[in-house]
């Protein structure tokens, strides 16, 4: 549905569900990096195949629910806007991490002080992919 079709929403209603989408997707993001991580794949590998799968359903979800998409902006703009900045913001901020504080913290608190961060500013990034703007 594009934004034209769906009555307008304040940014504190974008927040809200923005938040919903997150606390999902992140059980995805983490169940995913389980799995792999059970599957024996590397922890930087884990975190790639979780983000790929994450980022899948969190364009969806925040493209269709969260957000209203600028009809000016394609489907397919949209969601290449939204994987690049994704992947620098959070695959970025928890490979980092994971590869920073892993040794120091662990494996799974490394992995989770990169979500918390990422989050942030994936509401931004997922903002201005989809609706063409990051503030008002």
């Not at 569900?17 to 590998?45: C, E, H, Q, Y």
């Not at 695959?91 to 994971?98: A, T």
């Amino acid at each position: 549905m594009s934004g034209a079709d769906q009555p307008g929403r304040t940014t504190g209603d974008k927040i809200i569900r923005f938040a919903m989408v997150g606390v999902v997707n992140t059980v995805i993001d983490l169940a995913s990096f389980s799995l792999l991580l059970w599957l024996k794949a590397p922890p930087l590998g884990a975190n790639l195949g979780a983000w790929m799968v994450a980022v899948a359903f969190s364009f969806v979800a925040n493209g269709f629910w969260s957000f209203e998409r600028d009809p000016a902006i394609s489907l397919h703009s949209a969601f290449f806007r939204f994987v690049s900045l994704g992947a620098l913001i959070s695959l970025g901020v928890s490979s980092l991490s994971i590869a920073v504080l892993a040794g120091m913290v662990g494996v799974w608190p490394a992995k989770i002080a990169g979500v918390v961060l990422g989050a942030v500013l994936n509401f931004l990034a997922a903002r201005w992919s989809i609706e063409g703007r990051l503030l008002k």
